[in-house]
């Protein structure tokens, strides 16, 4: 499903330039759940953003299903996002202005759906968030941001699920509910990487790739 | 994303409170407030030049003023005969404000008003009809029309003891042909016979024209609405007041000339008058302005380039501290074009009722400063729709699109994995 093929990414920051992505390679088949671990700095962030078509490689190729999205314009990518991806940000990102229930309703709206509202209120349902649907994400402890956070990526209806951190900020009960979340999903059919330092995360996942300094070994 | 998610998106971002839309409306309100309120003071010189221009014949350029104070003699008809002979002037035309009606019966022509009533003491709300003696001439030269007019034999403009008046639109009610007749002590009676009605929103020369350049030149003319005219006869005045004498020249013929014609005749008859152009009056008034147009003008620039430099300011940052949410909205889905469409239906909410307000303030402003302004009101209105809407309008335009374009580029410039990076800053 995916192949990085010889990939790499450069930051040019003031003098020094960075390579957080350093001529990898590396294969993911539909239906794994993947952990890339690795220390911070080391590139994860910076991977997610590529396979999710949110940044660019400066060089090397990117297979999707068998396209080359390193050749995409910015629309295709747009319509690649859209179409397969579904971010859980690290710091969660969410629109802390805007309630749980309209957190959920961005992917819909940017999909123009309609008739949507049982779905939302379903997939709250079992995240167990129902109740916060009209709190405010700032309101929320942090493991209901995250729960709000991976509601709103599945609202995408993706079939990759590219997940930076999921359980940084939480402790270990909370990490575990939230992985067996994933581990739900992922039987459900979603492909999910999961980027992390945590080694009890890792366990979880089918497959651990390490990652250091932009190298990823598998 | 269809418009109606658009608009459902911007419209989170207008009514939550933590977003500062109404902060940013009282900006931008504000900020258009104050150029709108500095026309008002810049404006106050062009308006009564061109309102004057508008109202006369031939112009301000062949109008002159000349105050008689010796109205009285025989000498100031012959004088006004002796000038239409030359050929240099084309008439002369007489007219005085007569302040409030003091005749008894046509002072009746109160009760028209519909929210005039007489006091306790049956005395009535004396400042309300305001009248003015003209004659057939000054009529002509100030360009005034009417909406009806009865035709009236030359021999009754002639009878003494009887008086046409024309009367301002808002008397519309009063039946063409009324009469009022006012009886002296003696017993003596003369008839007021209405021969006529103004169009409605016509303006004169005001009286203080005369003395323009002492005085504020704003008050210059005077709407004729709510007026009564009394026709007069060229040539019969009143006896109780100065006369104002308006004359306009004929064709090729200089305002000074006509001028130094009158000034050199009045001497030898031994008239006592005053003399004023138009155009002296505006020039006087110019250099008493100029000093204070001059910083007005000044603190309209700067206001003008604080204004746009602070909104700039505000929208940029509110742009640069909106980008994660922007790459959210990537991330999630949308296109630039779709956040950039939620960007521009957001501020052109706040562009709208921010100008809305501004308007609205300078508006309720205006009504509260100069309803008692009788002519200015008239003319201040005239002014606010005609110059200070459209600049209103043509600034918060500007500002809109240099809003607009700015968070556009920074919009399109940016990498989506750069826009969701600002979160962590
Ligand atoms: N936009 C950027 N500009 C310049 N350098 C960047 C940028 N983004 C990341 N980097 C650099 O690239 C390297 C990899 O960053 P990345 O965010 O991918 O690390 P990470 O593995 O996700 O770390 P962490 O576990 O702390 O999140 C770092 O050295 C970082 O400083
Ligand atoms: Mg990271």
Redesign the interface.
């Given at each position: 499903m995916i192949k990085l093929v010889d990939a790499t990414k450069k930051y040019n920051s003031q003098s020094n330039e960075i390579l957080a992505l350093n001529h990898t390679s590396m294969t993911i088949q539909a239906g794994e759940m993947v952990a890339v671990m690795g220390t911070s700095g080391c590139g994860k962030s910076t991977l997610l953003?590529i396979l999710?078509g949110?940044?660019?490689l400066t060089s090397g190729h990117y297979y999707f299903e068998d396209e080359d999205i390193a050749s995409f314009g910015?629309?295709k990518l747009?319509l690649f996002?859209?179409n397969h991806i579904g971010?859980v940000?690290q710091?969660f990102?969410l629109?802390n202005?805007?309630t749980v229930y309209?957190n959920l309703e961005?992917?819909l709206?940017?999909?123009?759906q309609r008739h949507y509202k049982k779905r939302i209120m379903d997939c709250l349902e079992q995240l167990g968030l129902a109740e916060r649907a009209k709190s405010l994400p700032l309101n929320l402890s942090g493991g209901q941001q995250q729960r709000c956070a991976i509601g709103?990526a599945l609202m995408?209806g993706c079939s990759l699920l590219l997940c930076d951190e999921p359980t940084g900020a939480l402790d270990s009960k909370t990490t575990k509910e939230i992985m067996d979340l994933f581990c739900k999903l992922n039987m459900e059919g979603k492909t999910i990487i999961i980027a992390t330092h945590d080694d009890e995360v890792a366990k979880c996942c089918k497959r651990i790739v390490r990652m250091e300094d932009g190298v990823l070994q598998q | 994303?269809?418009s109606k998610?658009v608009l459902?998106?911007a419209l989170?971002?207008i009514i939550?409170p933590?977003?500062r839309f109404l902060f940013s409306v009282l900006m931008i309100g504000i900020s258009i407030f104050c150029v709108g309120y500095y026309r008002l003071f810049l404006n106050d010189y062009e308006i009564v030049k061109r309102e004057c221009n508008a109202v006369l014949t031939s112009g301000m350029a062949g109008t002159g003023l000349m105050r008689m104070l010796d109205y009285d003699k025989k000498e100031a008809l012959q004088l006004k005969k002796e000038a239409m002979a030359s050929g240099k002037i084309k008439g002369i035309g007489t007219w005085v404000f007569g302040g409030k009606i003091w005749e008894v019966d046509l002072a009746k022509i109160q009760h028209t008003f519909p929210d005039v009533f007489p006091d306790g003491g049956g005395i009535y709300r004396d400042d309300i009809v305001m009248s003015c003696f003209i004659d057939r001439t000054a009529l002509e030269i100030c360009n005034l029309q009417f909406s009806r007019q009865v035709d009236i034999p030359e021999e009754k403009w002639k009878n003494p003891d009887w008086q046409g008046i024309y009367l301002g639109a808002e008397f519309k009610n009063i039946p063409l042909g009324t009469v009022y007749v006012e009886t002296s002590k003696g017993g003596h009676q003369k008839e007021y016979e209405v021969i006529g009605f103004l169009e409605k929103g016509q303006h004169i020369l005001a009286d203080e024209v005369k003395t323009l350049g002492e005085g504020n030149g704003s008050q210059s003319i005077v709407c004729l609405d709510g007026l009564v005219m009394i026709v007069m006869e060229p040539g019969v005045t009143d006896g109780n007041k100065d006369t104002a004498w308006i004359f306009n020249v004929s064709e090729g013929v200089g305002l000074d000339e006509a001028r130094s014609f009158l000034e050199k005749r009045a001497k030898e008859l031994n008239l006592s008058v005053d003399f004023a152009s138009l155009q002296d009056g505006f020039v006087l008034q110019k250099i008493y302005n100029r000093d204070v147009e001059m910083v007005d003008r000044e603190l309209y620039r700067t206001l003008l380039i604080v204004c746009l430099i602070v909104n700039l300011c505000i929208i940029i940052m509110r742009i640069i501290s909106n980008k994660?949410?922007m790459?959210?909205?990537?991330?999630?889905?949308?296109?630039?074009t779709?956040v950039i469409r939620v960007w521009l239906f957001q501020i052109m909410a706040e562009f709208v009722a921010g100008t809305g307000c501004a308007w609205l303030v300078l508006k309720w402003y205006c009504n509260r400063q100069y309803s008692n302004a009788g002519a200015y009101n008239q003319s201040i209105f005239r002014w606010l729709n005609g110059y200070a809407l459209p600049e209103m309008l043509a600034l918060s335009t500007i500002l809109f699109f240099l809003s607009a374009v700015i968070p556009i580029l920074i919009i399109q410039n940016s990498?989506?994995?750069e826009l969701?990076l600002d979160?962590?800053g």
């Open positions: 953003n999710g949110m940044d660019r910015p629309h747009h996002r859209k971010f940000f710091n990102a629109l202005r805007q309209e961005i992917p709206l940017a999909r123009n709103r995408t | 994303m269809n998610y459902r998106i989170r971002h939550r933590q977003n994660q949410i790459g959210i909205y990537i991330a999630f889905g949308m296109t630039k779709d990498k989506p994995s969701l979160n962590r």
